[in-house]
């Protein structure tokens, strides 16, 4: 645009970006730049992570400029879909704020938040966001601007030797205006805007250099993710009181599960916990799958009864300050004698993850490759099917034939963090893409059904470009890393039947009868999250699971409840 003022949105457009013509200010609302003072606030460490940022970039000049979230309306209503802060701008700021923007003059090591001038009208429907000394006191950065509401004065960059320059520090030779800036960066929400030469004047060389943002981009991203796969100490403090309130939360379910009759009892009574603990944001929908429901990996209806089902499936994590917890446990559905097993079958199967998993977390230490612990995991599982029964033949056979997948149709475990399936970091060199896209290097060469898991799902998942991991070396786990370790074992009806029992390279191995008897099971699922430390590791889930689970259940019948739950 040629007054470099960025226009409001369409009528129709549900996404309300901040826009540059604000009206109705406090009289607070002047352009004037400020400046931190000394805190002695734990802030989290927005910084530290620019410059680590930075480091990884290997680059001494520059400005990184990130969008967060805008306020959005549902379609063709106007009631706000619920905010989730964009996790690059929060790695960046600490800042759980609509509508604002961040720049980091690489070259002065200058951070930047900048906020959206404050609409007085709306102030008494949705109150207001942060103001510019509030935003210093509660952020790790080092300034803090308005949005000015003349776009075209106030929204002033020069992209040059000068780098960021003050709206009334006086004319430079290379300008662009924030608000033509920001419509940049609202393309794909992450940017590096780079310095342009000394004849960047005007719009047209600027849009002339999008190719090379593009890969600057790109080049960004990575460098975030490399950053973020490490946790520093406040991060993990973060995933480590996210986990504290979601065991309470399952404890909860335990204590009163001999009174449930349906999985919507569950959620509630998982959820209440964590709202009344202030932490009512989840880190994904809860999965409080029985039976059969059990079988589906992201089952999230929560809405069918117990009736005769053996197993339940609780995989709910809560978050604390945008970070996650992940944790799965199995619950027997047992009426007639809570605390215990319903069936020798529900609990050979549990006991068989539960060995599985115990003995994936004892592996996990720094230089440790997290692909070969997930091709022992499966091969532990399709040794304890061939214990079971439920898979026969030759153990080379099966393993070649890929029929385990059947039973364990994901990975491992993934990255936790700002994200519940965090980024990961990328692969060195790019590998070329495979069929089984969701298993790790070397466990199925073949078979499996022909499609992939959601990408970060599996630790050992892939790209755009190809799998993650191209060798078990780059796989390997370093201090600060905070990995999920979840095997399973499923008897879901669709996956078995249509890509399995109906394959003769699968069916040989498989036998129906004894299958028969665990179809009741359902699936079955233990998950903690663990966080790699330099000797070792530390499992920072404190749910109760094996005999402690059990225990928990069985104190809660004992303990004169009689009746429908009714609350906490």
Same mark, same amino acid.
């Given at each position: 645009?040629?007054?470099?003022? *960025? ?27 400020? %400046? ?6 734990? &802030? ?39 905010? &989730? ?7 960046? %700021? ?42 210093? @006191? ?5 300034? *803090? ?34 608000? @033509? ?9 992450? +940017? ?59 404890? *909860? ?76 446990? %199995? ?67 099966? +393993? ?146 094996? @005999? ?8 809660? *019948? ?5 009746? &429908? +739950?009714?609350?906490?």
């Amino acid at each position: 645009m040629d007054d470099c003022t *960025a226009p409001p949105p369409p009528a129709h457009s549900h996404t309300r970006r901040p826009s540059p013509i604000v009206t109705n200010q406090f009289n607070y609302h002047h352009i004037t730049l400020h %400046t931190k003072k000394n805190h002695s606030i734990d &802030r989290y460490p927005s910084k530290s992570h620019a410059q680590r940022l930075a480091a990884k970039l290997s680059v001494s000049q520059g400005l990184i400029v990130l969008a967060a979230t805008p306020p959005t309306t549902y379609p063709d209503s106007d009631q706000p879909v619920p905010f &989730r802060q964009d996790r690059y701008f929060f790695y960046l %700021t600490g800042c759980n704020e609509p509508g604002c923007y961040v720049t980091y003059d690489i070259g002065k090591d200058i951070l930047t938040l900048w906020l959206p001038a404050i609409d007085e009208s709306r102030v008494v429907w949705t109150g207001r966001g942060s103001t510019v000394d509030e935003a210093l @006191e509660r952020y790790d950065v080092d300034r *803090a601007r308005y949005i000015k509401a003349d776009g075209k004065v106030g929204w002033r960059h020069c992209l040059g030797r000068r780098s960021l320059v003050d709206a009334d520090a006086g004319p430079c030779e290379e300008r662009l205006s924030v608000a @033509e800036a920001i419509a940049v960066v609202y393309t794909d929400r992450v +940017w590096t805007v780079p310095f342009f030469g000394k004849g960047a004047r005007n719009r047209r060389t600027v849009m002339a250099n999008i190719t090379g943002l593009i890969e600057r981009r790109e080049k960004l991203r990575r460098a975030m993710d490399a950053c973020r796969v490490i946790k520093d100490e406040h991060e993990i403090d973060l995933i480590r009181r996210a986990n504290e309130i979601t065991a309470a939360a399952h404890t *909860a379910v335990l204590k009163n599960i001999h009174l449930f009759t349906n999985e919507a009892e569950v959620e509630a009574a998982y959820t209440a916990v964590c709202i009344a603990k202030h932490a009512k944001r989840q880190g994904y929908s809860p999965i409080a799958g029985s039976g059969p429901n059990a079988s589906v990996l992201h089952y999230d209806s929560n809405n069918e009864d117990f009736a005769d089902r053996q197993m339940l499936v609780l995989d709910a994590g809560c978050e604390v300050e945008c970070y996650a917890s992940d944790v799965t446990r %199995t619950i027997p559905l047992n009426k007639k004698n809570p605390g215990h097993w319903p069936s020798e079958e529900a609990e050979r199967v549990y006991r068989l993850v539960e060995k599985v998993q115990e003995a994936c977390i004892a592996e996990m230490r720094p230089g440790k490759s997290f692909v070969e612990i997930t091709y022992m995991a499966r091969r532990m599982t399709m040794e304890g099917l061939l214990e079971l029964g439920v898979l026969k033949g030759d153990e080379e056979e099966i +393993w070649k034939a890929g029929t385990v997948v059947g039973f364990f149709p994901h990975g491992l475990g993934h990255h936790l963090g700002l994200e519940v399936h965090d980024v990961s970091p990328v692969a060195h060199p790019p590998a070329a893409d495979t069929a089984a896209s969701s298993l790790a290097e070397g466990v199925l060469s073949a078979g499996g059904p022909p499609f992939a898991l959601p990408r970060r799902f599996d630790f050992a998942n892939t790209t755009s470009s190809g799998p993650l991991y191209s060798s078990t070396a780059a796989s390997e786990l370093e201090p600060g890393m905070v990995v999920t370790i979840e095997p399973g074992v499923y008897f879901n009806r669709f996956l078995l039947e249509q890509f399995f029992l109906s394959d003769p390279k699968h069916s040989q191995f498989i036998d129906e009868k004894v299958l028969e008897r665990y179809w009741k099971v359902g699936g079955v699922r233990i998950e903690d999250d663990i966080l790699v430390t330099r000797k070792g590791y530390e499992n920072l889930t404190s749910a109760p699971k094996g @005999e402690a689970m059990l225990e928990v259940v069985r104190e809660g *019948a004992r303990g004169g409840c009689c009746g &429908r +739950w009714n609350g906490l």
